[in-house]
Structures are given as C-alpha cells and as structure tokens.
C-alpha cells in the first residue's frame, strides 16, 4: 500500500502543472496578428491563408482554435476593455498554445490552449470595437510609442496528440476557470475518439 506521500509525488506528477512548456516566447502586441512575429509564426497554414485572403483577427483566431476549446464569447465587452486597459499599464499575461509531435514541421502547427479569451480581448481591440481609457481606439494608439514595450508571454507545449492536448485542457480549467457546461466541448471531443472523459 503506497503512503500518502508516494500517492501524493504520483498526483502531482501526473498533474498537467507538472509539465513545463517546450518553449516561451515574447510576442509584441502590436503584431500578435500580423503574419510574421505574432501568433501566425507558430502556424504556418493559417499563416499562408492570412497572407493569401488577410483574415481579421477573429478569423485568425478561429483557425487556431482547437474542436475542443469553450466558446470565446464568455467574457463581456467591459471585461475585455478592462483587461487591455490593464495590458496597456503593464499588466504581464500569458498565452498557452500546443503543437503536436510529428504532426507539421516544428511548431508549425500550434493551436490555442489556454488564453482564447484574452486574445479575442484583444482582437476586440484591435477590431475597433471599443476604446480603452474612455476615449482611445487601436487606431489611435497604432503610431504611439507605446506598443514596443507592450508583450505577450507565449508558452509553447508538445503534445503526442490532440487527446492528450485536450486532457491537459481539461485539467487545467476543470473546477477553476470552466464550468461543466464550458468543459462539455472537450468532453465531447474526448468521446467522438473513444477517449474516457
């Protein structure tokens, strides 16, 4: 019979918190959508279409949303122009994407983990679609000199497979930032390939 330490050393490193990223990254706000130095060098098919066709910054988004992400519609229009006024005066925040092992060429392929919220903030933002300080849109801040001292943290994971991507997922959020309702998407994902959920 294990003791409550060896159980406990088991827990935790079986824990999704146990695994460290591959990689992290600095990402200028400013270019977090642009083709080459955001998000999209991490992705080199969704990076090609944006470059082909110019998709916005939502469309972006959606192509880097894994099947078993929660809907990125859960914060509210005062959260989101709260949370980037709170980027703006500095406010350090992280983004998790995933990559799988022998799927693409290295890192060629990274979808969004964790953060589908903030960046959808930030596409908001960036969209026009409010202003932040009461009175100053994306345009306005675009030429300002404040952008270059504005960055995102990206921490980059390796993952097998999507299932085992979308495990991490689940842990992750389970009992802390999803409901139930929110995590249902994974779970249903976890089912459709025969996975226990």
Same mark, same amino acid.
């Given at each position: 019979?294990? +003791?409550?330490?060896?159980?406990?050393?088991?827990?935790?490193?079986? +824990?999704?918190?146990? @695994?460290?990223?591959?990689? =992290?990254?600095?990402?200028?706000?400013?270019?977090?959508?642009?083709?080459?130095?955001?998000?999209?060098?991490?992705?080199? *098919?969704?990076?090609?279409?944006?470059?082909?066709?110019?998709?916005?910054?939502?469309?972006?988004?959606?192509?880097?949303?894994?099947?078993? $992400?929660?809907?990125?519609?859960?914060?509210?229009?005062?959260? $989101?122009?709260?949370?980037?006024?709170? !980027?703006? &005066?500095?406010?350090?925040?992280?983004?998790?994407?995933?990559?799988?092992?022998?799927?693409?060429?290295? *890192?060629?392929? =990274?979808?969004?983990?964790?953060? !589908?919220? @903030?960046?959808?903030?930030?596409?908001?933002?960036?969209?026009?679609?409010?202003?932040?300080?009461? #009175?100053?849109?994306?345009?306005?801040?675009?030429?300002?000199?404040?952008?270059? @001292?504005?960055?995102?943290?990206?921490?980059?994971?390796?993952?097998? +497979?999507?299932?085992?991507?979308?495990?991490?997922?689940?842990?992750?959020?389970?009992?802390?930032?999803?409901? #139930?309702?929110?995590?249902?998407?994974?779970? &249903?994902?976890? @089912?459709?390939?025969?996975?226990?959920?």
């Amino acid at each position: 019979m294990k +003791s409550g330490l060896e159980r406990l050393k088991e827990i935790v490193t079986q +824990s999704a918190f146990y @695994r460290s990223p591959n990689y =992290s990254v600095n990402v200028s706000f400013k270019d977090l959508f642009k083709p080459v130095g955001g998000l999209l060098a991490y992705n080199s *098919l969704v990076q090609e279409l944006t470059e082909e066709i110019a998709l916005s910054p939502y469309e972006i988004l959606e192509k880097l949303t894994p099947e078993f $992400q929660r809907s990125n519609q859960k914060w509210t229009k005062n959260m $989101q122009q709260c949370f980037v006024e709170n !980027l703006l &005066c500095g406010c350090e925040t992280k983004v998790q994407l995933y990559d799988v092992k022998g799927r693409g060429g290295e *890192l060629d392929d =990274s979808l969004i983990l964790d953060g !589908l919220q @903030r960046l959808t903030a930030i596409a908001a933002f960036h969209s026009g679609e409010f202003a932040v300080f009461d #009175e100053l849109y994306w345009e306005d801040l675009k030429s300002g000199g404040i952008f270059p @001292r504005l960055n995102l943290i990206v921490n980059i994971y390796q993952f097998d +497979s999507d299932i085992e991507a979308c495990r991490f997922y689940i842990q992750m959020n389970k009992g802390i930032t999803h409901s #139930e309702a929110d995590l249902e998407t994974a779970y &249903c994902f976890m @089912r459709k390939h025969g996975e226990k959920v």
